[in-house]
Nanobody, 126 residues
Framework: QVQLVESGGGLVQAGGSLRLSCVASGRTFSSYAMGWFRQAPGKEREFVAGLTGTGGRTAYAESVRGRFTISRDNAKNTMYLQMNSLKPEDTAVYYC???????????????????WGQGTQVTVSS
């Protein structure tokens, strides 16, 4: 069973940057799409960004487009989320997730993803 471990969260001032990492166990990391989601207190978990197995196709939520960049290094079994120009409304727990059913497309719903990390807290102060 795959394990996903996020890191890189923390406290940052508005306008600052953070880079999240997600390391996956297993030998077939490049065979499936991956995604980042976030959940703020009292809100539903929402899609942030996703990418295909090779990383050649990406998708972003409108709220983060142009500020966040998703990428992956399949040789290291690692996915990244570079977050720039952070805003207080970006404050949430960020989760990485695996979509075992898709390799060449990106799904944006939580139900499409079958494995989740434990989450990493991102707090943006104003």
């Amino acid at each position: 069973q795959v394990q996903l471990v996020e890191s890189g969260g923390g406290l940052v001032q508005a306008g600052g940057s953070l880079r999240l990492s997600c390391v996956a166990s297993g030998r077939t990391f490049s065979s499936y799409a991956m995604g980042w989601f976030r959940q703020a207190p009292g809100k539903e978990r929402e899609f942030v960004a996703g990418l295909t197995g090779t990383g050649g196709r990406t998708a972003y939520a409108e709220s983060v487009r142009g500020r966040f960049t998703i990428s992956r290094d399949n040789a290291k079994n690692t996915m990244y989320l570079q977050m720039n120009s952070l805003k207080p409304e970006d404050t949430a727990v960020y989760y990485c997730a695996r979509d075992l059913q898709r390799r060449f497309t990106v799904a944006t719903t939580t139900s499409a993803y079958d494995a989740w990390g434990q989450g990493t807290q991102v707090t943006v102060s104003s």
